[in-house]
């Protein structure tokens, strides 16, 4: 029998045990975290959309004319003309010529992968992708070739040795623990040397990077050079789900061979409406995003200026690293008691040894509560002999 009481224990020693503390209250920037108010500085909502009662209007007015469920997976009873709609959309807006609509963004890098990827594939994987990009790689029976992150030179080196005749290489746009932006331009490069077809994960640069706020392929200009365009409507665009946008022909294909869209229920249609709103928002309103990049860019620079070990980059993912995870956990609980949320990231999300604070920005944090965070964060890293 296994003994999972025991592998807890273990799981404790090291620190890395989880605990899960519940909102009572919307994820915007003031919100109720284990029955305590907290000022949020953890959350996806980038654009603080997740509240906005235009997107909850959408929703009540699809569940009245709808209901709540879909009733079906997408090929049998579950697509709605909403569906369809959604994704022309979002085709349109990451300029593509077609886009399909999964449950979540997990199940799109997964089915993604798995469906287009076999024995006879080599994906070429930056080291610090998303878990869902790698399940995709190792669920697909492909050779799984991992790169240093973001390093080009061995990116190469790796293609040089590995590739074969078909091949990927998949990288986050924006990494989700770290906020730095993918060398996307270089990566399409290597890629058109080698006839390699390439697949960006813009999860957290969808609504928030390029002039469109299309993400990091917008960002680079890079539209019509990326095969295969990932996003998800759960940040951002403040609902749930996930797509992929490209060719037409993929598209297709992956509605015969995308197996976590074949067999799983489509998402209900006011999620559908929601994330219709959401595109029309960010399309309407860049000033979101302007602000949202400038006090990202504020308080990470402060972060910076006090001696934390902060990476620079223009995202509002925020990684402040401590090192040893029971030191970022008690960097975040002393925080909490303060009022201030933003969990500690361990292994396994991270590298051993790289645990830390990831804050998130929302465009609806005002300069006061970044201020009020800056300050607590300074005093308690003090104490934790950090600066
Ligand atoms: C880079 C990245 N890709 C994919 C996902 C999965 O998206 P979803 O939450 O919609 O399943 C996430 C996060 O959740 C992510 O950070």
Redesign the pocket.
Known sequence: MYKFAEALESIKEKGLYREMLYLDAAPGPHTMVGGKQMLLLSSNNYLGLCNDDRLKEAAIATIREFGVGSGGSRLTTGSYRLHRELEERLAQFKGTEACLVFS????A?LGTIAGLADKGWVIFCDRLN?A?IIDGCRLSGAKLVIYKHCDMNDLEKKIKRYHTGKGLIVS?GVF?MDGDIAPLAEIVKLAKKYSIMTMV?D??ATGVLGPNGGGSVDYFGLQNEVDIQMG???KAFAG???YIAGKQSLIDYLRHKAKSFIYSTALAPHNIAVSLKALELIQKEPERRKSLLEKSRWFRGELVKNGFDVPMNNTPIIPLMVGEADKAVTFSRMLYDEGVYVPAIRPPTVPNGSSRLRFSIMATHTHEDLAMALQKTIVIGKELGLI
Do not use: Q
């Not at 979540?104 to 199940?107: D, K, P, S, V």
């Open positions: 979540t963004g997990y199940a890098n998303h869902s986050d989700s994960d999860a957290h998800t409507l759960s749930e789900g996930g």
